[in-house]
């Protein structure tokens, strides 16, 4: 799964630009202004950004004549864009460590676990422990993480590529708290991780114990 703006080519890099500065909207005319590119380019990748919902189609400006149709970025498209989510989120994380002390730092990552958890579905995994690895791996790689199914040690465990607080985790090795507690809730099992990245590992691998 390919995540941000530099997974899209140059011309559909600057039209999504052009779209977010955009506030009602661009006609195709508009855009080939603005990118200095032929009508059929601008049409061929506005159909590619929209089959990807990072681009849609909205109310037509009325111009006395024939309408003409309008794109848009959706929100799906915004979130390509860079957000600097891991500055606030350290500081904030040291912010609390400091005045409540690094236990509250802990509670606070799985109390934020546990309530991402009960804001989803109830899991409905296939019996036994392949069904449980291969529904918490889909959950993990919902929210980012390219998670899945592993045989480890004639066991079934869930194996994340991609920690989504990587960089928050090194300033704050207590973020994989949120990890644990999320996985516990959304399982009601009991979750060990017993590999992470942070110590060199090439994936984090949770094992999941029945209760």
């Not at 009602?24 to 005319?29: A, D, L, Q, W």
């Not at 912010?95 to 409540?100: E, F």
């Not at 960089?167 to 949120?178: D, G, I, S, T």
Request: aromatic fraction near 6%.
């Amino acid at each position: 799964m390919a995540h941000g703006l530099l997974s899209l080519g140059g011309t559909q890099q600057r039209l999504l630009r052009q779209l977010l500065m955009s506030q009602p909207g661009c006609t195709v005319e508009d855009l080939c202004l603005r990118l200095k590119v032929t009508h059929n380019a601008v049409r061929q990748h506005l159909t590619a950004l929209t089959a990807q919902r990072y681009v849609e189609r909205v109310e037509s400006i009325a111009t006395g004549g024939r309408p003409q149709s309008r794109y848009a970025i959706t929100a799906i498209g915004r979130e390509l864009f860079p957000r600097n989510y891991d500055a606030i989120a350290g500081a904030l994380l040291s912010s609390v460590g400091a005045r409540l002390g690094e236990a509250a730092v802990g509670g606070m990552l799985e109390d934020l676990g546990r309530s991402v958890a009960a804001s989803q579905a109830p899991l409905a995994p296939a019996p036994g422990e392949e069904g449980m690895s291969r529904a918490l791996a889909e959950r993990l790689d919902a929210l980012g993480y390219e998670a899945v199914p592993a045989r480890n040690g004639g066991e079934w465990q869930v194996e994340a590529f991609n920690c989504v607080f990587h960089a928050l985790a090194r300033q704050n090795p207590q973020v994989c708290k949120f990890d644990l507690a999320f996985l516990e809730a959304v399982s009601g099992e009991n979750v060990q991780q017993v590999a992470c990245m942070l110590r060199g590992d090439h994936v984090c691998r949770f094992r999941v114990r029945k209760s």
